[in-house]
């Protein structure tokens, strides 16, 4: 029984990170303009991944 | 919008921290590489520092750095690129940040994640209820952590109702929220000292559950109202809220409506609407004034003449003075009504709020019996009071709270595919009771534009290539008769009279009798009139046409138990051609629009509930005033205002698209209520006799719930790919 009392907690902490992580993207807007975001990742002017050179 | 070649700069807001931003309405993006183009034409125009382009809402946000940056320049920019601008007066721009959704969408996460942690400790309990091994120090420990993660999660999540719950007890009513707000609390605080004092029964996860699944009825209504009033004012924005101001020294500088004063000057260019009501002062012209009172014969336009807001600008340059501002033009009457008119709609009550005036005086009586009967029948007050938290939290009102908004959101975007837009979920309501339908003519039934009917078809070619070189909408009639071909040469358009211009060599010319030298007929037809060289004059002969599914939309309307009437404020013969084409028995003429809202206030007055569909500005007080009303995409800003369904594209069909729709919408959200009657009969006598337990709570409620959504989704798989108008 001992053992539910370090495992629950841990367990309720991870998914309080979740939420912490869900509570950022709302306040962060990623939410506005789920079309938008879709079109973006197509173009490569968005890419914002290293350049071939900055990779090596 | 044509790119005016005038100063914008009034549209472009102040920012925070300095610069100025520019929002803006694209047309015709819809991918990827449209976004691009877009972003990047508007980056490239001088003075901007940023652009972005929201692909969802469809609107251009741009902030110039300093206090450089021409609006102008930035629309042209985007239009080289080919997409379609349209400005938004800068009052209505206001980007109202979506406050309430974003608290509701973090409340509907925090309740998610209680009812998710909630459910790890009360699993191990509810196995217990039913006798496996589980010490009673052991369910204390869980219950206390369950404790911890639901009480504070209820609380957060459950602001939005409490919220609304005092705000309705002060005002000395009591909504939906009223009995949530006390079933949570009460749950909590009995749950709490059941737990100080051992006892077997504590609903902590019962009350985080109830708020979660509330919360998505919440959001769903809240996701409904936000994207149908996105989309209005959308289709506001794409009427321009820009006319031609002249200043004294003769320059012409494009300006906000709002921004002109009496005595102001301004411009009218052939083909723009007039934007403001004023006196002639310069210029000769033709008005079509179909949309201010239907009238479908254009009128003509002289020196010192009063003209109306919303009436087209035909065929030439216009100078007029100002006689009102924007906001208190002669259209004052027609205002007040509207105003009137959406009062009396305001005081319509929901379907929710009737059927929870029913229930929340009887669960909550139920409550207080089960709670003082318990007590005087010697089940001690303690069991007494569990009892009584029991029963008002098996019967909350989940499935209640989402019985309306989960068919309302299926329903609207069923009819959202269809091109109908609707603006609330009361308005859905409000056309699933109508019981007549009451139809403008010019715009609604007809088509409202002129079509060629009576001329020989060599007579037709032979003025076509006249035809073709004018923008007047007769000679556009008679042009896309005769289809393609070329145009005259030399063409000259005479303001208000007509053109002239020399096909193979010879002068002629079209236009009105007068013009051609003809003698004018005393039909009441439109007509036009043609002339070739020195030949006898020519006459064509034009009718507002019908909508082609005009006559099926009204037998199908008849066949729903639908009385048709149609009101309009044209002349008797043009309306009386319609109305015996399309097959409608009542009809009046030549109304004025007071006279359209007393028709309208005289059928409600005999306790008829009309749907108006109309699109004019002589319509707008009757749609104010009507029960439920609908207006055509084409319509004027004051009727898509005063409207409560905007129905986008030519087909008249959506009026009985959207009756449809809102009538099983409405049988939908009668099932869920019956099926929450229902299921209610069974669980508050279960919960009286101290039959349920935490996991039955449980159980009930989800279950419930989804039945309830499931119900709902009928909506969408529903009579998918059947002909409305059969």
Known sequence: MNILLFLAPASVLVALIGLGAFWWTVENGQYE???????????????QAPTEGERQ | MTALDTDLSAFARPAEGGGRRLELLIRGARCASCLGKVERAAAAAPGVAAARLNLT???????????????????????DAGYGVSLFDPAAARTEEDREGRSLTLALGVAAFGVGNAMMFSVPVWAGLFGQELQPASR??????????????ALYAGRPFFASAWRSLRRGRANMDVPITLGVLLTLAVSFSELIQGGAHAYFDAAVSLLFLLLIGRWLDHQLRRKAQGAARDLLALQSPVARRIEPDGGEHGAP?????????????????????????????????????????????????????????????????????????????????MEAGAQSKSVYVRLADRAAAIYVPVVHTLALLTFAGGWALGLGPREALLRAAAVLIVTCPCALGLAVPAVQIAACGRLFRKGVLVKSGAALERLAETDCVVLDKTGVLTEGRP?????????????????????????????????????????????????????????????????????????????????????????????????????????????????????????????????????????????????????????????????????????????????????????????????????????????VDAIDVARAARARAL????????????????????????????????????????????MTWAARGRDTLA
């Open chain 2, 671 to 714: 099932e869920n209520f019956g099926f929450s009657a229902l299921y209610n009969l069974v669980a508050a006598p279960a919960a009286i006799f101290g039959l349920v337990n935490p996991l039955v709570a449980a159980l009930a409620m989800s279950g419930s719930s989804l039945v309830v959504m499931l119900n709902a989704l009928r």
């Open chain 1, 33 to 47: 303009d789920p079309a938008g975001d879709a079109a973006r990742i197509l173009d490569d002017a968005y890419d």
């Open chain 2, 140 to 153: 204390t420990v869980l219950y206390w952590f369950s404790a911890a993660v639901a009480a504070p999660c």
């Open chain 2, 57 to 79: 809402s469809g609107k251009l946000s741009v902030s110039f750095g300093g206090p450089g940056g021409d609006p102008a320049q930035v629309i042209r920019a985007v239009e």
């Open chain 2, 257 to 337: 409506v709002s921004a002109f004063g009496v005595g102001d000057r301004f411009a009218v260019l052939a083909g723009e609407r007039v934007p403001l009501d004023g006196v002639v002062e310069a210029g000769e012209s033709e008005i079509d004034n179909a949309l201010v009172n239907g009238e479908t014969a254009p009128s003509v336009a002289r020196l010192g003449m009063a003209l109306h807001a919303g009436a087209m600008n035909l065929s030439g340059r216009l100078a007029l003075r100002a006689t009102a501002r924007a906001e208190d033009s002669t259209l004052a009457a027609i205002a007040r009504l």
């Open chain 2, 451 to 655: 079509h060629l009917i009576l001329g020989p078809p060599d007579d037709i070619l032979a003025a076509a290539p006249l035809a073709r070189a004018s923008r007047h909408p007769l000679a556009q009639a008679l042009a896309a008769e005769a289809g393609p071909g070329a145009a005259a040469e030399g063409v000259r358009e005479i303001a208000g009279q007509g053109v002239e211009g020399r096909i193979d060599g010879l002068v002629c010319r079209l236009g009105r009798a007068g013009f051609v030298g003809a003698e004018a007929s005393p039909s009441p037809d439109t007509e036009l009139w043609f002339r070739r060289g020195e030949d006898v004059p020519i006459r064509f002969s034009f009718v507002d046409r019908l909508r082609d599914d005009a006559v099926a939309t009204v037998s199908a309307l008849r066949r729903r138990g639908l009385e048709v009437e149609v009101l309009s404020g044209d002349a008797e013969g043009p309306v009386a051609r319609a109305v015996k084409a399309s097959g409608i028995a009542r009809w009046r003429s030549g109304l004025t629009p007071l006279e359209k809202a007393a028709a309208i206030d005289e059928l409600m007055a005999a306790g008829r509930k009309p749907l108006m569909v109309g699109d004019g500005l002589n319509d707008a007080a009757a749609l104010a005033r009507a029960h439920a009303s609908m207006a055509p995409g084409s319509a004027l800003e004051a009727s898509q205002n005063a409207a409560d369904l905007v129905f986008e594209g030519g087909k008249l069909s959506a009026i």
